[in-house]
Nanobody, 123 residues
């Protein structure tokens, strides 16, 4: 199995930036597709961005496209989510997830999940 730990969340002003990190241990990172999901209070979990281990193919939700960028560093076993032009509606707990199958991950059915990191966008 793979163990995932998120970090980088915090309080940021609207229009600001944050970079989230997801560090994996227990298995090689490139075996998995890795994704970021988020859940705001009272709302369902939604997919934000994913990257495939095989070829680096990426997915972005329409709500974050052009503002967020996902990347991976296999040497560090870490996936990053660079968030720019943050809006109050981006406030949520952000979760890192992993699955050997990219399409299963995109569907929100990943086998492995981190505990989450809180992002609060407020003035």
């Amino acid at each position: 199995q793979v163990h995932l730990v998120e970090s980088g969340g915090g309080l940021v002003q609207p229009g600001g930036s944050l970079r989230l990190s997801c560090e994996a241990s227990g298995s090689p990172l490139d075996y998995y597709a890795i994704g970021w999901f988020r859940q705001a209070p009272g709302k369902e979990r939604e997919g934000v961005s994913c990257i495939r281990g095989r070829d680096g193919e990426t997915y972005y939700a329409d709500s974050v496209k052009g503002r967020f960028t996902i990347s991976r560093d296999n040497a560090k076993n870490t996936v990053y989510l660079q968030m720019r032009s943050l809006k109050p509606e981006d406030t949520a707990v952000y979760y890192c997830a992993a699955d050997p199958d990219y399409h299963t991950l995109v569907a929100g059915m990943a086998d492995y999940w981190g505990k989450g990191t809180l992002v609060t966008v407020s003035s």
